[in-house]
């Protein structure tokens, strides 16, 4: 089951819990494919476990999780952009340089890792053209994106009853691809 989140789907209802070993915080809880993903994953990379971050799918519907997925896995998309009002209102940690994400497609399956390598808060009027081209959307250009993403956040706020604001806070993370689940 998904729920909308920010400009993630987040994986709700599930049977094991991840326990980061660093700061005995439950971090998140995991479908049985995910968390045996992940413990694959630290098998070959023990020094990945206290930098798991969460499990997620892009977008807020099955089409677009799996169409920004596929930019991914292609090396095509490095970055994607969050509502840092939505995300903290929700009580939701920031993504964090360093932390480690399994993406899902949208039927829930582990497709990938990715590392997060800079997270930058900016309003969403002063996103740059660099931020736009590692989105991989479209025609990658700042136009486009900001159409785009204007569209994206209108429709999440309204399903929390507020507006767009081409000053809103929007958290830019970009991030590199570190595995790929080729047993699907």
Not at 100 to 122: C, M, N
Request: charged fraction near 25%.
């Amino acid at each position: 089951m998904f729920t909308a989140v920010t400009t993630k789907l987040q994986v709700q209802i599930l049977s094991a819990s991840y326990i980061n070993p660093k700061t005995e915080v439950t971090v998140m809880t995991l479908t049985p494919e995910i968390a045996k993903y992940w413990e694959t994953y630290l098998v070959q990379h023990p020094e990945a476990a206290d930098k798991f971050d969460s499990a997620w799918a892009f977008g807020d519907n099955p089409r677009l999780a799996d169409e920004l997925l596929d930019l991914v896995l292609r090396g095509i998309k490095t970055g994607t952009a969050q509502n840092y009002d939505l995300l903290e209102a929700q009580g939701l940690p920031l993504p964090f340089a360093g932390g480690l994400s399994i993406l899902l497609d949208s039927t829930g399956q582990p497709r990938g890792i990715i590392e997060t390598t800079k997270v930058e808060i900016v309003p969403f009027a002063e996103v740059t053209a660099e931020f736009a081209y590692s989105e991989g959307e479209d025609d990658r250009s700042l136009e486009s994106w900001r159409h785009e993403h204007e569209v994206f956040f209108t429709r999440e706020l309204q399903r929390e009853g507020k507006s767009f604001d081409p000053n809103m806070r929007v958290i830019c993370e970009t991030f590199r691809l570190v595995h790929t689940n080729h047993n699907l």
